[in-house]
């Protein structure tokens, strides 16, 4: 009888972490809402600096935290022999109710990402979680972790004041480190069983493969951002034998020539660059000495009756420097359809209406401009 007793006095005193995730779960329940709408307003936050400091990144993405995954954090189990609950109060002690991920190209994009976090929100923690996540001082991804609130600022605005008292969580971490988390989660984190030492070893392998694949994307940024500022030297000098024919170059050479054109998209860049390789052209020189000396507005005039877009200007110029044969070898939009050439009518035509206007058609070509130097 006493050895029931003392059952009954112990069965008494364990904690019921089931009635806690229903009541836990039950109070979020009556929140959640309004918790989506404060990661929704985080993400918006954030989407306006990213955009203010022009930086382009991979996503914003934006979630309240599930009723599930709520009720499986509120019953975590202390520390010690794990006779309690982890959190007493879940409401008021989980802070990644509402959150927030920033996902960049590079590691340089981090950085920036954290100053914009910095000057936007009041940062209550802030965490690299890679030294967290593996035990022993083995390599994992990186991520930084922010837990932030509004500034007092903003919550005297009254479209943000009912977020008052209200914490989110922000990571930040590059497109690699994001791969990598996700595909280490599913495979560890939901496996009934350890990892195999075999199976352990190789994904230690290849976070530092992650983290070298990282720093070379950002040095291959860096490479091509000197590029860029020494193409924009070289073509302010006259230099154009140095400046390679690429998107960029292209674009800078017509708004410096024909005047910039807001209008126009990069990849109509990238596409006009594309074709006048497969023309020859490989650097800005030839593609001056092809139409250099050429008054675009004139030839626009001639064959439209008015000054075109940059684009359709460059084009006719071309024209007029390479002649209607390598035009009409070269162009994507030359014999797209068989049965009717609609470009190479129009080619004739425009080489028609400016020989009659007195102007000599070229036949520059680039491939013997190459050799002859």
Not at 283 to 293: A, R, T, V
Request: aromatic share 10%.
């Amino acid at each position: 009888m006493a050895k029931d007793i003392a059952e009954e006095d112990l069965d008494e005193n364990v904690f019921d972490f089931d009635a806690h995730r229903v009541r836990a779960v039950e109070a979020y329940r009556q929140k959640r809402g309004i918790y989506e709408d404060f990661a929704k307003t985080i993400q918006g936050l954030l989407h306006a600096g990213v955009t203010a400091a022009g930086l382009k990144v991979q996503a914003i993405d934006e979630r309240a935290k599930t009723e599930e995954s709520f009720g499986e954090k509120a019953v975590r189990p202390g520390d010690g022999e794990g006779l309690n609950p982890k959190y007493e109060s879940p409401l008021s002690e989980i802070h990644d109710l509402a959150g927030c991920r920033v996902i960049t190209f590079f590691l340089d994009d981090v950085q920036t990402v954290r100053r914009i976090i910095t000057a936007e929100f009041e940062v209550l923690e802030m965490a690299n979680r890679s030294s967290h996540l593996r035990p022993g001082g083995r390599p994992g991804y990186e991520s930084y972790h922010f837990i932030v609130r509004l500034t007092e600022a903003r919550l005297a605005l009254a479209e943000y004041a009912r977020f008052r008292g209200m914490v989110a969580e922000i990571q930040v971490r590059t497109v690699l480190q994001h791969a990598w988390a996700e595909i280490e989660h599913d495979i560890q984190y939901k496996s009934v069983d350890a990892l195999p030492a075999e199976i352990g070893q190789r994904f230690q392998a290849l976070a530092g493969l992650i983290e070298i694949g990282d720093r070379e994307f950002q040095a291959i940024s860096d490479a091509h951002e000197q590029v860029r500022k020494q193409a924009a030297i070289s073509l302010a000098a006259g230099r154009l034998d140095e400046i390679e024919l690429t998107a960029e170059s292209l674009k800078a050479y017509l708004d410096q020539e024909f005047g910039p054109d807001g209008r126009m998209r990069d990849w109509i860049y990238e596409w006009t660059a594309s074709y006048l390789r497969k023309m020859g052209f490989a650097n800005l020189k030839q593609l001056n000495d092809c139409i250099g000396s050429l008054d675009d507005d004139k030839l626009s005039r001639v064959v439209w009756g008015s000054r075109q877009g940059q684009l359709s200007r460059f084009e006719l110029v071309l024209l007029a420097g390479i002649g209607p044969d390598r035009m009409k070898a070269y162009h994507p939009y030359s014999n797209v359809d068989p049965t009717n050439d609609w470009f190479g009518r129009k080619v004739d035509l425009e080489s028609k209406l400016l020989t009659r206007a007195g102007f000599t058609i070229g036949s520059y070509a680039p491939d013997r401009a190459r050799n002859d130097s």
